[in-house]
């Protein structure tokens, strides 16, 4: 890991912090206690970030705690794996939830208890209706709801049948319980939202010991309740549940009472933040794994080489709001680099090499030279590069028969090697296909460390690597793994898969400092981007993912004649 930290940016201002600190100004809360919860049915992605930040965040900042609770209240989707990798990657972000690890299946006995209290005091009953009619019954957002026939079932024979669904009595989905409301209300919600259904599932947690799960609806709020949570945080298209989850709060014998607030999910163009979308990506195999370097996953962007400080500054810069939004990728990729600018050390890795010889450099022979390792960090000192008689350049950085604006390799011109000499381009080789495989060069011995002493100047600066010395690689360049802004938008989103996202570079050189590299260590090979090690690599074959282009690679460089 890179050790420089990001500047603390200044104190976060969102709606939800000021009614935070109202709260515990006007003493409607002592300690501000919030949870982050994920459902185990997936890994984790930069909108979970979000609420991540945002949870674990808020409490850090007012002196409170987070929780990590798994609402795993549906064992059909749930798996080890997740609750796992959820817990390595809220870690890897920056945050820690101490000893305050939570699953809602801890709770299935209260719950239950619950449940019974309901139907005691009338508030829920057993419908014996199917799924399909008791949605048949819900009514419209225009139309109320029709009561179910086993709505007036006594207090008695709900209890009975409630405590021989758990026991096993009846088949997956003869039966559920559901809350006793308002077939009318206006809010669909309302309308006696099933509480518990009847499944045979091996749940990750607590086996085959029930048969019956209580929903989401009635197990988040609970949990929220059970463990003192003050302020529930949640995405926008919970409001409408809010009304339930207060009705269930009065109605159930708890000790406190959360406040739900709600914000808006984080939208990223040319991404999907959808988990039935990434389950999807990942089990076709259009990506390689959870953690394929193009997902927008924690784990992806880890693998990516993306730092958590970026992902945190970049959270902290799309702030907090009421209404959807969509951010451009851009943003995100704008933190990345401001990061990674301050961290990440220059190392030189040609990818598309052509060799070059120095005619005029004596056989044999080589030497080092000395280089800078971070311009942007005067701490990180120098290093030393072998230079020689046979050098690669990247084939991008020599045109037999330029444009105006080409100001690198080309017969007859002088460029600069970086940290090195001054480099003249005497004659391209070619092959019998007609392609350019090798440059005959001269240098000029007095130019050492990249001066001229008569002043002369050259308009373009190039990186190499000594081709004696070079270490192999191979490089993967992404790309979007979405080419439209919007996938998904015109029709199937697995239409709009980039067919270029992956380009693998085979045969790349590379500086021998890059030996050295470590996993999780971002470098930035000059002039080509931010790059890291993938756990891919073997000893003695590297492999080395693009986690982002420098800014406006082609086009700047363009312009400023390859510098
Ligand atoms: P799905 O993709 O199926 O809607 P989910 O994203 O809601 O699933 P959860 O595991 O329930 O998955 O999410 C945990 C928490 O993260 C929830 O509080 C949810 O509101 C929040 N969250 C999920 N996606 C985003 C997002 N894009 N932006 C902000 N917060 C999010
Ligand atoms: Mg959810």
Request: contains cysteine; hydrophobic residues 35%.
């Amino acid at each position: 890991m890179n050790e420089v930290e990001a500047k603390t940016p200044e104190e976060p201002r969102d709606f939800i912090r000021d009614i935070i600190r109202a709260d515990l100004a006007e003493g409607r809360c002592d300690t501000v206690v919030t949870r982050f919860p994920p459902e185990p049915n997936g890994y984790l992605h930069i909108g979970h970030a979000k609420s991540i930040c945002l949870n674990f965040g808020v409490a850090a900042e007012f002196a409170g705690r987070c929780h990590l609770r798994f609402d795993d209240t549906n064992p059909v989707k749930e798996e080890h794996e997740y609750i796992e990798s959820i817990q390595a990657d809220v870690r890897w972000l920056g945050f820690n939830w101490g000893k305050h690890l939570f699953f809602a299946s801890d709770n299935f006995e209260t719950l239950y208890d619950w449940a019974c209290h309901l139907i005691r005091n009338g508030h829920a009953y057993v419908d014996d209706l199917s799924a399909e009619e008791i949605r048949a019954h819900r009514g419209t957002l225009t139309e109320p709801g029709k009561n179910s026939p086993f709505r007036d079932r006594t207090a008695e024979e709900n209890l009975d049948l409630f405590s021989r669904m758990r026991a096993g009595e009846f088949p997956d989905g003869a039966r559920v319980l559901r809350a006793k409301i308002d077939m009318a209300s206006g809010n669909i919600n309302l309308r006696d939202p099933v509480l518990y259904r009847i499944l045979r599932a091996t749940h990750p947690r607590t086996g085959d010991a029930w048969c019956i799960y209580p929903t989401y609806d009635f197990a988040h709020g609970q949990s929220d309740a059970i463990e003192g949570v003050t302020h529930s945080l949640c995405t926008l298209e919970f409001a409408d549940h809010r009304p339930l989850y207060d009705w269930l709060i009065d109605n159930l014998p708890t000790s406190s009472r959360p406040r739900q607030y709600e914000f808006s999910r984080l939208n990223l163009t040319h991404t999907v933040l959808s988990k039935r979308r990434l389950t999807q990506l990942v089990q076709e195999r259009h990506v390689t794994g959870w953690d394929d370097p193009r997902m927008p996953t924690l784990a992806g962007l880890r693998r990516r080489g993306v730092p958590p400080a970026a992902i945190r500054d970049f959270v902290h810069r799309i702030g907090l709001t009421k209404s959807d939004n969509l951010v451009e990728v851009a943003a995100l990729e704008h933190c990345i680099r401001e990061y990674l600018n301050q961290v990440a050390p220059r190392r030189m890795a040609v990818l598309r090499p052509l060799k070059v010889v120095i005619e005029n450099y004596p056989e044999g022979q080589s030497e080092e030279l000395e280089a800078v390792n971070n311009p942007a960090d005067p701490d990180s000192g120098t290093r030393l590069v072998p230079f020689g008689r046979e050098i690669y350049v990247d084939q991008a950085d020599f045109m037999e028969d330029p444009p105006k604006k080409f100001f690198r390799l080309t017969p007859g011109r002088e460029v600069r090697l970086r940290y090195a000499f001054f480099l003249t381009c005497r004659e391209a080789v070619k092959n019998e296909a007609g392609e350019v495989v090798e440059l005959r060069c001269t240098y000029d011995p007095e130019t050492r460390g990249g001066n001229a002493p008569d002043g002369r100047k050259v308009k373009a600066t190039i990186h190499w690597v000594s081709a004696a010395h070079a270490l192999r690689a191979q490089v993967r360049v992404y790309d979007y793994l979405f080419a439209r802004p919007d996938p998904g938008a015109q029709g199937d989103f697995l239409e709009d898969i980039n067919p270029e996202s992956l380009s693998v570079l085979q045969d790349c050189r590379l500086e021998p400092a890059l030996g050295e590299a470590r996993l999780g260590e971002a470098i930035q090979f000059e002039r080509e981007g931010y790059f890291c090690l993938d756990p891919d690599s073997k000893t003695g074959h590297a492999v080395f993912n693009r986690t982002i282009a420098l800014r406006d690679g082609w086009a700047k460089t363009q312009a400023k004649g390859g510098k």
